[in-house]
């Protein structure tokens, strides 16, 4: 096998053990019936219990790559024993990689895009926003990009960042595509929170 011909097959292996663990998040949440509640992307969310919902399913869908990876895990390995080495062994490191990835969250990395506290939190900005206790009469918070919003007062409610919540983007399908497997579902604008800034003296 040559150079170049083992160097295409490492990498169609590291794509596909790039996508497949990913495919719940990718794929299942566009679909056009599990979106029928929200929408369209870019458009503010109104906080809702469909919302509060849908990231809890985005949180299942995350952490199901788990489980999915395992397929390309065991794929990898045997191409590398039995079949086409560089394949099997793309497919092997980029599986390996998204296993560490998830799990260093328990060791004090970034946290994943969805979680539970995330899902409380919007719930309960949504029931105070019923009660007398909103931040205006006519309160109707929203979950733009860069946080909770109400469009009828102006408030700032929340600095939750918003991350992707399945929906249909708006982007052309290879941008979206790509957005989607570089951010892992994160809010873009997380990751310019992450560099540190230099204190003025």
Same mark, same amino acid.
């Given at each position: 096998?040559?150079?170049?011909? %083992?160097? $295409? @097959?490492? *990498?169609?292996?590291?794509?596909?053990?790039? +996508? /497949?663990? !990913?495919?719940?998040?990718?794929?299942?949440?566009?679909?056009?019936?599990?979106?029928?509640?929200?929408?369209?992307?870019?458009?503010?969310?109104?906080?809702?219990?469909?919302?509060?919902?849908?990231?809890?399913?985005?949180?299942?869908?995350?952490?199901?790559?788990?489980?999915?990876?395992?397929?390309?895990?065991?794929?990898?390995?045997?191409?590398?024993?039995?079949?086409?080495? %560089?394949? $099997? @062994?793309? *497919?092997?490191?980029?599986?390996?990689?998204? +296993? /560490?990835? !998830?799990?260093?969250?328990?060791?004090?990395?970034?946290?994943?895009?969805?979680?539970?506290?995330?899902?409380?939190?919007?719930?309960?900005?949504?029931?105070?926003?019923?009660?007398?206790?909103?931040?205006?009469?006519?309160?109707?918070?929203?979950?733009?990009?860069?946080?909770?919003?109400?469009?009828?007062?102006?408030?700032?409610?929340?600095?939750?960042?918003?991350?992707?919540?399945?929906?249909?983007?708006?982007?052309?399908?290879?941008?979206?595509?790509?957005? /989607?497997?570089?951010?892992?579902?994160?809010?873009?604008?997380?990751?310019?929170?992450?560099?540190?800034?230099?204190?003025?003296?």
């Amino acid at each position: 096998m040559s150079f170049l011909s %083992a160097t $295409g @097959f490492f *990498l169609l292996g590291v794509l596909l053990g790039t +996508i /497949l663990p !990913r495919f719940p998040f990718l794929m299942l949440s566009r679909t056009r019936g599990f979106n029928t509640k929200l929408p369209p992307h870019p458009e503010p969310l109104p906080l809702s219990p469909h919302l509060t919902q849908r990231v809890l399913h985005m949180r299942m869908f995350y952490w199901m790559g788990l489980v999915v990876v395992i397929l390309p895990l065991i794929l990898g390995i045997a191409s590398v024993r039995w079949g086409n080495a %560089a394949f $099997g @062994f793309g *497919l092997w490191v980029s599986s390996s990689w998204l +296993i /560490l990835n !998830r799990l260093q969250y328990f060791v004090g990395g970034m946290p994943p895009p969805w979680t539970k506290q995330m899902a409380v939190e919007l719930q309960v900005l949504a029931d105070k926003a019923e009660s007398s206790d909103g931040c205006c009469n006519w309160a109707s918070p929203h979950w733009g990009v860069s946080g909770v919003y109400c469009p009828n007062c102006n408030s700032k409610l929340s600095d939750m960042l918003r991350p992707d919540l399945g929906r249909k983007r708006s982007e052309r399908r290879p941008f979206g595509f790509l957005y /989607l497997l570089l951010t892992d579902g994160h809010s873009v604008l997380t990751f310019f929170d992450q560099i540190p800034v230099a204190e003025e003296e």
